[in-house]
């Protein structure tokens, strides 16, 4: 099983260095990782250290609390593209969906993978923070907006993916859109659970180790 092409090797911490995203492309590398997720303001970085090889190079938008205005994240997505990301993980506006403003969403999740077109746009709902119903919602709304990928967590919440809000979701998509799982995923057991439940990435900083625990 290549389960390096399950992962997008990350690094998210607001303390990341240079040297850190450099150390994190050289290990996307090395492991042929499906891609690295960086922030947006390290897409060129990332880029310029993984060209010559296969390994994308994936950003956050609105990260991570989604609270920031549709045009915002629209910009940070197009700028991102020009610098050369090839995948946009975007987090919903959490704070609209427990409002009911269900429209408001699905019109940003479609402003934004209509301003990136092909490319692969994923959607955060931030699972810690939704009822079932809500996870369901926002998956739904992810879906009719035409995103790729429906994502658990952006990792900076009170929890990160569990294995019954993936079959949620799973259960909303209804193979309409890709799954995503990420939060709290550091070992083989863990990533494998996952992808039995039909995830088809897995972010993680831990791929590294992964990879090596199954290699064993």
Excluded: W
């Excluded at 609270?67 to 197009?78: I, L, P, R, W």
């Excluded at 079959?167 to 990420?182: D, P, R, T, Y």
């Amino acid at each position: 099983m290549e389960i390096n092409k399950y992962i997008d090797h990350t690094i998210l911490k607001a303390t990341a260095t240079e040297e850190d995203i450099i150390q994190l492309c050289k290990e996307a590398v090395e492991y042929d990782f499906f891609s690295v997720c960086v922030n947006s303001g390290y897409v060129s970085l990332a880029k310029k250290n993984l060209s010559g090889s296969n390994v994308k190079v994936c950003t956050v938008v609105g990260f991570p609390l989604g609270a920031m205005s549709t045009a915002a994240k629209v910009f940070e997505a197009t700028k991102a593209l020009e610098d050369g990301a090839e995948e946009v993980d975007m987090v919903i506006n959490i704070g609209e969906l427990k409002s009911k403003n269900f429209q408001k969403v699905e019109e940003e999740i479609a402003e934004i993978k209509k301003a990136i077109g092909d490319k692969v746009l994923k959607v955060i709902i931030e699972t810690c923070y939704l009822t079932p119903e809500e996870i369901v919602e926002a998956s739904e709304l992810a879906v009719k907006a035409k995103a790729d990928f429906v994502k658990t967590s952006t990792g900076f919440g009170n929890d990160g993916a569990r294995l019954e809000n993936i079959e949620l979701m799973k259960n909303a998509v209804i193979g309409q859109a890709k799954l995503k799982a990420s939060g709290g995923i550091k070992n083989l057991d863990t990533a494998l659970s996952y992808i039995e439940a039909g995830v088809e990435r897995i972010g993680t900083s831990s791929g590294v180790s992964i990879v090596n625990e199954l290699n064993k």
